[in-house]
């Protein structure tokens, strides 16, 4: 019997179907639109001034402000570029698109060797479909490609001391981290340090003199490349260059701890809903330990875990303290984290579809019933039945959205090929998840449940954006 193609992949290429995802994912639409946010036409002037001026250290964009920023980004946006001479939409998205490919490839590879693949299938296709990780893969700007540096980077530190024991420091882990730096200045090399470090000292195995060298060996050999260029940037921009990087990290939006945990909860989505779902029908039990005798257990629990999951959970947990601290809070900041956040929910999922099979069902009825009502809602606009436009105007007067409105029922009042192609594979997908939901295998619901999303993301990618 012939096995059909997506199980043959699965089982036997899953890293080529993995990264074939990944390229149907964000490939396709990078150059179908405009910048979609304020912050790309920004990037992409710094890159146009380092094609145009041939200046790659530190050029000057509009009204001879200086671009002070760290310049990986604008390197990779305009190296990429060279062969046509100018950055198009489609360049101008790539670096941050191969760093897309990377992290989740790179997240396959690593959780996949050392725990159940299975879940570390699950962990790669939550990140390709939740909302934060996917914008930032559509985007001009280097949220991405510091993720991917920081992530990879991290990997190689577990490695280090896995695999060597912290000697001979390897070649790979200064190389990632330099480029962090290069990246998004020195928050580049100190979060992975204070990560590695706490789980240094998490695995109660190597004395403080040893921890703090091989630290400090990280810390040196990785600040040689981002060296080079500060010292060439200060040349040639001099003190202005240096007022405007500290103004840099001492400003933008002020927000308190809490901004942290709401922007993950909305940067999972829509598997924060998943798992909201699960609290239903949850039996509690009074507790008949005392809080000394819960948290003993817990600490004990933590120590036994596999090296990877301790290592996840010690990332992750810093990860959010490091960001807790400054005043400045970007959501895209936490993208570090999600990977190690993703390997407990898919294990979480895992255990709702063996244990708890209702709640498998219970969010792919819902999620299905969206996408029926969103459905319906374009086909009426396509009708002419309905204007989208008209009724929301009750419900705002807000410029620019009313101005987003008109242009996506613009859309679907005119269709063309691809937007008739989307909408087809979106009811396609919504089949099968149907009929699966009449099946009795609940691993297969997940998994159309995730194609599902990934169809949505699609239609938002090839016909709203």
Request: a positive charge; charged letters at 10%.
């Amino acid at each position: 019997m012939r096995t059909p193609t997506l199980q043959y992949l699965y089982l036997q290429k899953p890293v080529t179907l993995v990264v074939i995802i990944c390229i149907l994912s964000v490939l396709p639409w990078m150059g179908l639109g405009d910048f979609s946010t304020k912050g790309e036409p920004r990037e992409v002037a710094v890159a146009t001034a380092m094609l145009e001026s041939g200046n790659w250290v530190l050029p000057q964009v509009e009204a001879h402000e200086l671009a002070y920023q760290p310049p990986l980004a604008h390197w990779l946006m305009a190296t990429v570029s060279l062969p046509q001479g100018y950055i198009s939409e489609f360049t101008a998205h790539l670096p941050s698109a191969l760093a897309f490919i990377a992290l989740i490839v790179c997240t396959l590879l690593f959780f996949g060797k050392r725990l159940r693949f299975q879940q570390a299938f699950i962990t790669t296709l939550l990140l390709i479909t939740c909302i934060e990780i996917h914008r930032a893969a559509m985007s001009t700007q280097a949220d991405m490609l510091l993720t991917a540096l920081i992530v990879i980077g991290l990997i190689r530190l577990f490695r280090w001391e896995d695999k060597l024991e912290l000697k001979g420091l390897p070649i790979a882990i200064p190389l990632l981290l330099g480029c962090a730096v290069l990246t998004n200045g020195p928050a580049g090399l100190v979060l992975p340090l204070f990560v590695f470090g706490v789980y240094l000292f998490a695995l109660r195995k190597y004395a403080c003199r040893t921890i703090f060298k091989a630290l400090l060996y990280v810390a040196v050999s990785s600040s040689f490349l981002p060296f080079l260029w500060y010292i060439a940037a200060w040349k040639e921009g001099g003190e202005a260059f240096i007022s405007v990087t500290l103004s840099d990290y001492f400003s933008g939006n002020k927000h308190g701890i809490g901004y942290n945990f709401a922007t993950l909860v909305t940067g999972f989505m829509p598997w924060t809903l998943f798992f909201f779902f699960s609290l239903f029908g949850m039996k509690l039990h009074k507790p008949t330990k005392s809080l000394k005798e819960i948290l003993s257990d817990w600490w004990g629990q933590i120590r036994a875990m596999e090296k990877e999951k301790l290592f996840s959970l010690v990332a992750l947990v810093c990860i959010l303290v490091f960001y807790s601290f400054p005043a400045c809070k970007r959501s895209a900041n936490l993208m570090p984290a999600y990977p190690f956040i993703a390997i407990f929910l898919a294990q979480y999922a895992l255990y709702l579809t063996e244990y708890r099979t209702k709640v498998t069902r219970l969010f792919a009825a819902f999620m299905a019933s969206v996408t029926v009502v969103g459905l319906i809602a374009v086909l009426f606009t396509m009708c002419g039945t309905i204007d989208p436009l008209h009724i929301a105007s009750h419900y705002t007067d807000h410029p620019e959205t009313l101005a987003q409105i008109r242009s996506i029922a613009h859309v679907y009042a005119h269709p063309n090929g691809l937007t008739i192609g989307t909408l087809v594979f979106v009811l396609l997908v919504l089949g099968i998840v149907y009929y699966q939901m009449f099946k009795k295998i609940n691993i297969k619901i997940l998994y159309a449940t995730i194609a599902l999303t990934f169809a949505l993301n699609l239609l938002a990618d090839g016909v709203l954006i």
